[in-house]
């Protein structure tokens, strides 16, 4: 075989080139495609409703209790304590107001648990038990009398 044919032939891009292309190419979008939905079924913290077709059956009514507790006009201001209890400072209920929580992990890694409060002070609640450090949504239920109260705050 002559130099220039040599040479010819080591420079042509050939079928073998293209199937190596297509079989790198396709690797490389159905690894990423696996990997991401690894991370996604890793870190999605749970079920937002169990039926949605039960839950719409109730919309209207959380919408009217919603509106009701909009109406009471209280608010709530929640400090986590170096010792990690919480401190919930009302404004709005009077005395024999009930304050609880449910706090839960926003990536679903810690467990949920419920955190239960004493009145400190006048429209003062500070939590029994400490909460561990990291992120947490709090879902606050505050009831006195006939009225009930419910926020979501998220702590840092």
């Known amino acids: 075989m002559t130099q220039q044919k040599q040479e010819r032939v ?3 891009f050939t079928g073998w080139h293209i199937f190596a292309i297509l079989v ?6 159905v690894g990423v495609n696996v990997l991401m939905a690894r991370f996604a079924l890793s870190t999605f913290g749970g079920v937002t409703v169990e039926n949605s077709y039960v839950a719409s059956q109730h919309f209207n009514r959380w ?8 109406a ?23 005395d024999g107001a009930i304050v609880t929580a449910e706090a839960w992990h926003p990536l679903g890694r810690e467990a949920d648990r419920m955190v239960a409060f004493d009145l ?3 429209g003062h609640f500070l939590s029994r038990e400490a909460l561990p450090a990291g992120r947490w949504t709090l879902r ?10 419910r926020e979501e705050i998220a702590l840092q």
């Not at 919408?63 to 507790?69: I, P, R, T, V």
């Not at 009471?72 to 009077?94: H, K």
């Open 120 to 122: 400190a002070s006048d």
């Open 10 to 12: 080591r420079g042509q």
């Open 140 to 149: 606050l239920k505050v009831e006195q009398g006939g009225d009930m109260w």
């Open 63 to 70: 919408l009217d209790e919603a509106a009701k507790e909009k």
């Open 72 to 94: 009471l006009g209280w608010s709530a201001d929640v400090v986590r304590r170096e010792d990690g209890r919480l401190e919930i400072t009302l404004a709005g209920p009077g």
């Open 24 to 29: 790198v190419f396709f690797g490389v979008v």
